[in-house]
C-alpha cells in the first residue's frame, strides 16, 4: 500500500477533470473500465443548454461510471438550481460549478472565471443549488484571474461560497488571464501557484480541497494526497489514460489489477457494438478516447492510426480492431 495512502482517503481522492470535447459519456465509460474508484466529470454543460436543449442527450450517462459529477455553467441561481434539479434526478453523484473556464464565449454568458470576480453571485448561486438537492454541491474554480496574484482574493472567494453550504473546492492552481490568452493558453502560461492550495487548506481545514493543474507524475499525487483531501487529474489523464489503471490500488487500497490493454480495448469494442444497436453511435465517435491507451508502446503509432483512420469508418469495429493488430505490411 503507497504511503499516500496515509491520508484518510475520501470521495475526492482522485478524480478526472471536466474537459470539454472530451469528458463525453464514451469517454467515462473507457475511464471507468481503467480505475473503478476514480471520481469522474462531465464537460461543462450550460444552463441553458439544459433549460432549453436536448436534456436527455446533454445528462445521459452509463450506469457504470458512478460515481460521476454533472458539471454546470452558468450564474443565474433560479437556473442553477432548476438543472440541479435535473442531475440529481439523473442520478449524478455530485453537482459542480464551473467557476475557472476563461474562454471568452464563456464570458459573454458571465459565468466560469469572471465568475470569482463576484463571490456573492457564486454563493447565491451555490446556496440556491444546496437547497435544491441532496448531492453534494461543489465548486471548480482557479487562484485568481487576470494578474493579480493575491491570496487574499481566493482566500475570499473560498470563504464567501462555503458560508452558502459549499465543503468542497476544487482548485486549479492558476490564475485565469480572462484577456489575451486562448483556453489552451491560459491552461499552460499563468504560472502554477500549488503553495496557494495549501494555504486554503490550512486556513480551512474544515473543507474538503481538491488541487488542479499540471499534475502528470506519481511522485507529485503523493505529495500532494499528504498535504490535500485529493488530486484531479485533465490532460494527462486524458493523453496517457493507461496510467489510470495503477491508480486503485496505488491510491485507494485495492487489490493489484490484472488488467491488461488488449482486455480494456476488446471491452471498447464490445461497448462501440452496444452503442450502434442502442442508438446508432459510430465506433469512431467513442474510438477517438482511446487512442492514448498504447501511449509508449511499441507500434502505439501505428495503432492510433488505424483506429483514427477515416477509411475505415464504414467497417465492423472488430475488424477495426483485427487491423490494428497487423503488421504495418497488413
Same mark, same amino acid.
Given at each position: &500500500?503507497?504511503?499516500?495512502?496515509?491520508?484518510? *482517503?475520501?470521495?475526492?481522492?482522485?478524480?478526472?477533470?471536466?474537459?470539454? @470535447?472530451?469528458?463525453?459519456?464514451?469517454?467515462?465509460?473507457?475511464?471507468?473500465?481503467?480505475?473503478?474508484?476514480?471520481?469522474?466529470?462531465?464537460?461543462?454543460?450550460?444552463?441553458? /443548454?439544459?433549460?432549453?436543449? @436536448?436534456?436527455?442527450?446533454?445528462?445521459?450517462?452509463?450506469?457504470?461510471?458512478? *460515481?460521476?459529477?454533472?458539471?454546470?455553467?452558468?450564474? %443565474?441561481?433560479?437556473?442553477?438550481?432548476?438543472?440541479?434539479?435535473?442531475?440529481? #434526478?439523473? =442520478?449524478?453523484?455530485?453537482?459542480?460549478?464551473?467557476?475557472?473556464?476563461?474562454?471568452?464565449?464563456?464570458?459573454?454568458?458571465?459565468?466560469?472565471?469572471?465568475?470569482?470576480?463576484?463571490?456573492?453571485?457564486?454563493?447565491?448561486?451555490?446556496? /440556491?443549488?444546496?437547497?435544491?438537492?441532496?448531492?453534494?454541491?461543489?465548486?471548480?474554480?482557479?487562484? =485568481?484571474?487576470?494578474?493579480?496574484?493575491?491570496? %487574499?482574493?481566493?482566500?475570499?472567494?473560498? =470563504?464567501?461560497?462555503?458560508?452558502?453550504?459549499?465543503?468542497?473546492?476544487?482548485?486549479?492552481?492558476?490564475?485565469?488571464?480572462? #484577456?489575451?490568452?486562448?483556453?489552451?493558453?491560459?491552461?499552460?502560461?499563468?504560472?502554477?501557484?500549488?503553495?496557494?492550495?495549501?494555504?486554503?487548506?490550512? @486556513?480551512? *481545514?474544515?473543507?474538503?480541497?481538491?488541487?488542479?493543474?499540471?499534475?502528470? &507524475? +506519481?511522485?507529485?499525487?503523493?505529495? %500532494?494526497?499528504?498535504?490535500?483531501?485529493?488530486?484531479?487529474?485533465?490532460?494527462?489523464?486524458?493523453?496517457?489514460?493507461?496510467?489510470?489503471?495503477?491508480? +486503485?490500488?496505488?491510491?485507494?487500497?485495492?487489490? *493489484?489489477?490484472?488488467?491488461?490493454?488488449?482486455?480494456?480495448?476488446?471491452?471498447?469494442?464490445?461497448?462501440?457494438?452496444?452503442?450502434? /444497436?442502442? +442508438?446508432?453511435?459510430?465506433?469512431?465517435?467513442?474510438?477517438?478516447? &482511446?487512442?492514448?491507451?498504447?501511449?509508449?508502446?511499441?507500434?502505439?503509432?501505428?495503432?492510433?492510426?488505424?483506429?483514427? +483512420?477515416?477509411?475505415?469508418?464504414?467497417?465492423?469495429?472488430?475488424?477495426?480492431?483485427?487491423?490494428?493488430?497487423?503488421?504495418?505490411?497488413?
Amino acid at each position: &500500500m503507497s504511503d499516500s495512502l496515509s491520508a484518510a *482517503p475520501g470521495r475526492w481522492r482522485l478524480s478526472v477533470a471536466p474537459m470539454i @470535447d472530451w469528458t463525453d459519456r464514451h469517454c467515462r465509460y473507457f475511464h471507468r473500465l481503467l480505475s473503478r474508484h476514480a471520481r469522474l466529470y462531465t464537460e461543462m454543460i450550460t444552463t441553458g /443548454a439544459l433549460l432549453h436543449g @436536448d436534456v436527455t442527450r446533454h445528462l445521459r450517462f452509463n450506469a457504470e461510471e458512478h *460515481p460521476v459529477a454533472l458539471q454546470l455553467g452558468g450564474s %443565474e441561481p433560479a437556473d442553477l438550481a432548476r438543472c440541479a434539479k435535473l442531475g440529481e #434526478q439523473w =442520478g449524478y453523484d455530485e453537482i459542480n460549478l464551473n467557476c475557472g473556464c476563461p474562454s471568452e464565449r464563456v464570458q459573454r454568458g458571465a459565468f466560469g472565471a469572471c465568475l470569482m470576480a463576484e463571490p456573492k453571485l457564486v454563493a447565491e448561486g451555490v446556496k /440556491a443549488m444546496v437547497d435544491a438537492v441532496s448531492v453534494p454541491v461543489t465548486v471548480k474554480h482557479r487562484i =485568481g484571474i487576470d494578474r493579480t496574484e493575491s491570496y %487574499e482574493f481566493v482566500r475570499d472567494f473560498v =470563504g464567501t461560497v462555503a458560508e452558502a453550504g459549499c465543503a468542497t473546492f476544487i482548485v486549479h492552481a492558476r490564475n485565469a488571464w480572462l #484577456q489575451g490568452l486562448s483556453p489552451k493558453e491560459n491552461r499552460e502560461i499563468p504560472p502554477l501557484r500549488y503553495e496557494l492550495v495549501h494555504r486554503l487548506k490550512h @486556513d480551512f *481545514p474544515q473543507l474538503t480541497i481538491v488541487i488542479n493543474g499540471g499534475l502528470n &507524475m +506519481d511522485e507529485q499525487l503523493s505529495r %500532494e494526497l499528504r498535504l490535500l483531501d485529493g488530486v484531479m487529474i485533465g490532460r494527462e489523464a486524458y493523453h496517457n489514460p493507461w496510467w489510470l489503471a495503477s491508480w +486503485d490500488e496505488r491510491y485507494f487500497g485495492a487489490s *493489484p489489477s490484472t488488467l491488461t490493454r488488449e482486455a480494456v480495448e476488446q471491452q471498447m469494442v464490445d461497448y462501440m457494438l452496444r452503442a450502434a /444497436a442502442e +442508438d446508432g453511435c459510430p465506433w469512431y465517435a467513442i474510438a477517438r478516447h &482511446m487512442l492514448g491507451l498504447r501511449h509508449g508502446l511499441p507500434g502505439a503509432r501505428r495503432w492510433r492510426q488505424v483506429w483514427s +483512420d477515416h477509411k475505415l469508418k464504414p467497417r465492423d469495429p472488430r475488424e477495426v480492431m483485427a487491423l490494428a493488430h497487423q503488421g504495418p505490411s497488413a
